[in-house]
């Protein structure tokens, strides 16, 4: 054999050898891809509470006035859905009206059932309005109690209470507040529960 074709035939053996040993290769601490987590911001960041019941008193009965307050976070709602229960041996001539939070707001449901004490009263923006954020007073409770002996009764948000907002489907309600108060005297004490 020639000079030339032993040194090729030793070429190609070095070649293979190498491309053998790069296939091979592993290395010892290969570092993984780092993926970073980014919270996810709730969605629901609505608050309903109750203010402070204002009373006033006429004859023999005591007049309430009871604001229903909202906090919207970053939430630009459409509407509320208030479902309230009250004792109905206490609370009497119980009415919601909207507060001046939502400008001109529509009233799509105010049915309220003076047997059982169940509340569903539900309103919103209407069609050209715009969404609203912020805090404010977005309904008033109104009832009658009688001038007596004081009792302690509750209002209640049930589970059905919801708030729509600006381009989200579920509803936004993050938190509730019920309130506790004493009626039947010419000043209350509420409680937020």
Known sequence: MSKRTLFLIFALFVITGVLLVLALYKPSNPKPAQTVTI???SIEQTVLSFGV????????????SVPVKIETGKNKVTAVQLELQFDPKVL???AVTPGVFLKNPTELLNQIDAKTGRISYAF???LTDQSVMGKGIVATLTFVAKVGTPQQT????LPKTLVTAEGITASVLKQTSNIQI???EKTSTPSAQ
């Open 39 to 41: 919270p996810k911001e």
């Open 53 to 64: 019941p204002v009373a006033s008193s006429s004859g023999i009965n005591v007049n309430y």
């Open 92 to 94: 009497t001539n119980v």
């Open 124 to 126: 919103g923006i209407g």
């Open 154 to 157: 509750s209002i209640l948000f």
């Open 182 to 184: 004493i009626v039947g």
